[in-house]
Each structure stands twice: as C-alpha cells, then as structure tokens.
C-alpha cells in the first residue's frame, strides 16, 4: 500500500490514467452481455440469411441459443437495482430551509441536483452519486446527513461541509477526479447490488466482489486528493476561518462522540440496572457538559499528533489546515445554535425518539448483560481485596484484581489500591506493567520503578514501558533522561530483528 501511495505522488497524472483504464475495464464488463446479445442478433440474421444447408441452419440455431442466453442476461443485470444508504427522508415540504440550502449550493457549483436527504443516527455528513440499475445509464444523488453531526456543528458550518460534498459531485469542471473517486462506492454497491443467482446476476456479483476491493485500495490516493479538493471548494463560498472552523469542530466532535461520549454511556451499566439517559434526546447537553475545553484542547493535540495510514483515504487534520492556509490550528468556539435546531424544526424532536428507540433495540439487552457481570465482579473485587492486606493472593488472583480495580473503582481509589499490590511484591510482570502505566497516566511517578521491574522480569515490556516513561520524562521536563528511553526501546528492537 506505502509503494502505491508513493507511485501515486510522484507520478499523478499517470496514477490517474491507471484509475480511469480501471474504471473503464469494469464498465465494459457491464455491457458485456447487451454488446455481446446485440452482436450475436447481428451475425444471426446474417447467417440465416445464407443459411442453405442443414448445418448452416443448425449454426443458425447455436447462435440464436447464444443470443438468447446473452438477451437473458442483459436483461437479469437490467432488472437488477442497487441498494442505497438507509435513513429517514427528509422532504422538502417539511424542511424547506434544508433544501434551499442544498439547491443554492448546487447551483453555485453548477452541480447536478441532489434528489433525495437522509437522516441517520451516524455521525456523517456524505453524498453518493449511485447508479440506479444494473447498467449505469442513470444515477441518483443521495445526501446522508448524521443527526449526531447536525447536532454538534452550527448551521454556517453545515454550510461549509456541504459545500465540500456538492462541491465533488461528477460534473465537468471536476472530472475525472470526482468521477473516479464517486466509482468507489459504486462499484462496492454494484458488489452487494448483484449478490444472488441470475444469468446476469452470478458473473456479475463474482466479478465485483473480486473488483471493488481491488478498485477501492488502488484509488485511495484519488480520494485523499479528493478531500484536500473539497476543502479548497469550500473557500469559494466562505472565509477561510470559517471553513478551517467548521472542519476542525466537526473533527473533534467526531472523535468525542465515537470513541468517547458513546462507549462512557455503555460503561455506565456498571451503576445503573436501566439507562438514565437517552443519547439523541441529550447529546447536545452531554457535548456542552462533558467536552468542556480542556478536554477539547487535549483531543485537538492527538488529532493533530495523529499520522495518517497508507490505507485510509481521510487526511489528517493537520495535513488539511496546512493544505487550506498553513496557519496553526486553533481551538474552534462551541455553537450557541445547533443546525439540527436550525434546520430541522418540528421534525428534531421526533427524529431524537426514533433513534433512542433503535439505540435502546439495538444495546438494552447488552447493557443488562453489562449491569449483571459489572455486579458479580464488583463482588469478585471485594473479595479480593479483603485478602490483599494479608497477602494471600495467588499470582492470578493479583493479576485480577489489577484488572478489576482498573475497571471498577475511580482514579483516587484506584491509586490507594494499586499502591497496595506493589507493597505484596508481586511476581507477575503483568501487574507491574499495568499498575505502572497507571500511575504513569495519573502522573505519579511510582509508575517508573513498576514498569522498570516489569522490564526486569520480562524484556519483552521494555519497548512499551520505555515509550511510556519517556513521555512522562518529556511531560515532567526530564528531556535527557527521556531521551535515553527512547534510545533504549530503540536498541531493544534492533537486537531483537537482529536476533
């Protein structure tokens, strides 16, 4: 994937061709059975025509047998229709602000129009260009918008993000960039589109199952160009603060709610039998709450700390505010007015029901799950540590108990007890490791000589526990001797390839 990435930045123009004779493969596949039907009818007429003697008439009718085959086929892939994202529609008669939107921005980009807005319960904001049968003679634009994103951003950075997505809508102006780069979902709809038996069906769907993977990973370089494109189309219409604010929130909201705000609710089955909350009906009052701004500044650091993989086809936010001005990022204002509010009116309030109700089907009988084995480890837990000041726990049994009290008991708490464990001696390196990357976290720094004993009683801990204390030696100020952890983890790995 790395020598693909590279291929394609040195060599765009040829990477480009490569992707468009791809694309242009899989096309005449899907004409294959109507091109191939209308040539057999051709030469069938023909021959018969000719035909005099008993076998001319007998290839006559292999042809016709061929032909007829071929028409079934064409006529299997006709038939067939392909799947587009789930969602709850949202009409223009009863969002007419939504619309007037999306229609202005169509026409400022002279972009074909969009025909249908969906809303889902993910946080996303996405605009598929699909074909609508088996063979590619028309296609419907289908805008995705996330009821979590709406939720989370102010309607004038909504504007900036559609823009960014009406922006790359195949059109003259931006072909063959969004052409090929709209082909890769296509071809995995097509993929799921053509999945069953059927004349046209079955060669079709073992074509694209090997095919759109294939197309996909060759084309992830198109598709970053692709967003670095539409962050530039984005400054036609708006000032670029505005635009680099609306990306920036919309990349950090993303990442608090995904991989924060929805798995601390989850968690908190370890108290409650039932959810006290709903997520949808108050994300907005757990976004105000509980992402306040140092929380918000250390999500901006690792985003920005992040690299971006050879196989993901998103930039890094970095990568985008030095394509967009080169300026520093900086820590956008939270929007007083969402643009669900905004935009969706009436509609906001039931739409919020709808998706607690599939939130509640789709967890509640996980988060029972999670209640009752919360309860039988916290008793597991108590048990344990009423063993712990007489030291009789066995090896595992200290092991557990480093992992329940991580799990269940709150930072200050947690220290008491770990610091305990260490006062047992224990001879398992996994529980010098854990409690040392805890103390560590907690910026403590007992957590040095536990992760210096796990090192001590297993090497294989020495890259990690280095890394670990490194950052909290450059944390602290202690560059040099952060530094020569850093050199230590590095030695360590270099003789253990050359070993």
């Given at each position: 994937m790395a020598k693909l990435h590279n291929f394609a930045h040195r060599a765009p123009l040829v990477h480009v061709a490569l992707a468009a004779a791809l694309a242009a493969g899989a096309y005449l596949v899907l004409f294959l059975?109507?091109?191939?039907?209308?040539?057999?009818?051709?030469?069938?007429?023909?021959?018969?025509?000719?035909?005099?003697?008993?076998?001319?008439?007998?290839?006559?009718?292999?042809?016709?047998?061929?032909?007829?085959?071929?028409?079934?086929?064409?006529?299997?892939?006709?038939?067939?229709?392909?799947?587009?994202?789930?969602?709850?529609?949202?009409?223009?008669?009863?969002?007419?602000?939504?619309?007037?939107?999306?229609?202005?921005?169509?026409?400022?980009?002279?972009?074909?129009?969009?025909?249908?807005?969906?809303?889902?319960?993910?946080?996303?904001?996405?605009?598929?260009?699909?074909?609508?049968?088996?063979?590619?003679?028309?296609?419907?634009?289908?805008?995705?918008?996330?009821?979590?994103?709406?939720?989370?951003?102010?309607?004038?950075?909504?504007?900036?993000?559609?823009?960014?997505?009406?922006?790359?809508?195949?059109?003259?102006?931006?072909?063959?960039?969004?052409?090929?780069?709209?082909?890769?979902?296509?071809?995995?709809?097509?993929?799921?589109?053509?999945?069953g038996w059927g004349p046209g069906r079955s060669p079709m769907g073992l074509f694209f199952d090997w095919y759109a993977p294939l197309y996909s990973r060759f084309t992830v370089a198109l598709a970053r160009r692709a967003e670095f494109t539409a962050d530039r189309n984005a400054q036609r219409l708006h000032d670029d603060w505005t635009v680099e604010e609306a990306i920036t929130l919309a990349v950090i909201r993303k990442a608090f709610v995904e991989n924060k705000l929805w798995p601390a609710l989850l968690r908190m089955s370890v108290k409650y039998a039932e959810p006290p909350l709903l997520p949808f009906s108050n994300l907005e009052e757990l976004l105000e709450k509980e992402l306040d701004a140092d929380r918000a500044h250390r999500l901006l650091d690792g985003l920005l700390a992040a690299k971006a993989a050879d196989d993901t086809f998103m930039p890094t936010l970095r990568q985008r505010w030095t394509a967009l001005s080169g300026n520093r990022p900086r820590l956008p204002t939270a929007p007083a007015t969402s643009a669900a509010a905004r935009l969706l009116h009436a509609t906001l309030e039931p739409a919020q029901a709808h998706f607690d109700k599939l939130w509640l089907k789709t967890n509640l009988q996980r988060w029972h799950d999670q209640h009752s084995r919360s309860r039988n480890d916290q008793r597991r837990l108590e048990e344990l540590l009423r063993q712990v000041p007489e030291e009789l726990l066995s090896k595992d049994e200290i092991w557990e108990c480093t992992v329940l009290v991580r799990q269940y008991m709150g930072q200050e708490k947690a220290l008491e007890l770990y610091k305990a464990l260490l006062a047992t001696q224990p001879s398992d390196p996994r529980v010098y490791f854990s409690i040392g990357s805890f103390l560590l976290s907690c910026r403590d720094a007992q957590g040095v000589p536990a992760l210096e004993t796990a090192m001590r009683m297993d090497q294989r801990y020495t890259p990690d526990a280095c890394e670990l204390i490194s950052e909290f030696m450059s944390f602290t100020g202690e560059r040099r001797q952060a530094r020569s952890y850093r050199k230590r983890a590095t030695h360590y790995s270099d003789d253990e390839a050359a070993a």
């Amino acid at each position: 994937m790395a020598k693909l990435h590279n291929f394609a930045h040195r060599a765009p123009l040829v990477h480009v061709a490569l992707a468009a004779a791809l694309a242009a493969g899989a096309y005449l596949v899907l004409f294959l059975f109507p091109v191939l039907t209308l040539g057999l009818l051709v030469q069938t007429a023909t021959d018969a025509l000719t035909a005099e003697t008993n076998s001319d008439w007998l290839a006559v009718a292999v042809l016709a047998t061929l032909c007829a085959l071929s028409a079934w086929a064409s006529v299997d892939i006709w038939r067939t229709r392909t799947r587009g994202p789930a969602g709850q529609p949202l009409s223009r008669a009863r969002h007419p602000d939504l619309w007037a939107r999306i229609d202005q921005l169509c026409a400022d980009y002279a972009a074909p129009a969009v025909d249908e807005v969906l809303l889902t319960n993910r946080f996303e904001l996405d605009l598929e260009h699909r074909p609508v049968r088996g063979l590619p003679l028309s296609h419907r634009n289908t805008l995705t918008l996330g009821l979590p994103l709406a939720m989370s951003v102010a309607p004038e950075h909504l504007g900036v993000l559609l823009a960014r997505r009406i922006s790359m809508l195949p059109r003259r102006g931006n072909w063959p960039l969004a052409w090929l780069v709209q082909l890769r979902l296509g071809w995995h709809r097509y993929a799921q589109a053509f999945d069953g038996w059927g004349p046209g069906r079955s060669p079709m769907g073992l074509f694209f199952d090997w095919y759109a993977p294939l197309y996909s990973r060759f084309t992830v370089a198109l598709a970053r160009r692709a967003e670095f494109t539409a962050d530039r189309n984005a400054q036609r219409l708006h000032d670029d603060w505005t635009v680099e604010e609306a990306i920036t929130l919309a990349v950090i909201r993303k990442a608090f709610v995904e991989n924060k705000l929805w798995p601390a609710l989850l968690r908190m089955s370890v108290k409650y039998a039932e959810p006290p909350l709903l997520p949808f009906s108050n994300l907005e009052e757990l976004l105000e709450k509980e992402l306040d701004a140092d929380r918000a500044h250390r999500l901006l650091d690792g985003l920005l700390a992040a690299k971006a993989a050879d196989d993901t086809f998103m930039p890094t936010l970095r990568q985008r505010w030095t394509a967009l001005s080169g300026n520093r990022p900086r820590l956008p204002t939270a929007p007083a007015t969402s643009a669900a509010a905004r935009l969706l009116h009436a509609t906001l309030e039931p739409a919020q029901a709808h998706f607690d109700k599939l939130w509640l089907k789709t967890n509640l009988q996980r988060w029972h799950d999670q209640h009752s084995r919360s309860r039988n480890d916290q008793r597991r837990l108590e048990e344990l540590l009423r063993q712990v000041p007489e030291e009789l726990l066995s090896k595992d049994e200290i092991w557990e108990c480093t992992v329940l009290v991580r799990q269940y008991m709150g930072q200050e708490k947690a220290l008491e007890l770990y610091k305990a464990l260490l006062a047992t001696q224990p001879s398992d390196p996994r529980v010098y490791f854990s409690i040392g990357s805890f103390l560590l976290s907690c910026r403590d720094a007992q957590g040095v000589p536990a992760l210096e004993t796990a090192m001590r009683m297993d090497q294989r801990y020495t890259p990690d526990a280095c890394e670990l204390i490194s950052e909290f030696m450059s944390f602290t100020g202690e560059r040099r001797q952060a530094r020569s952890y850093r050199k230590r983890a590095t030695h360590y790995s270099d003789d253990e390839a050359a070993a």
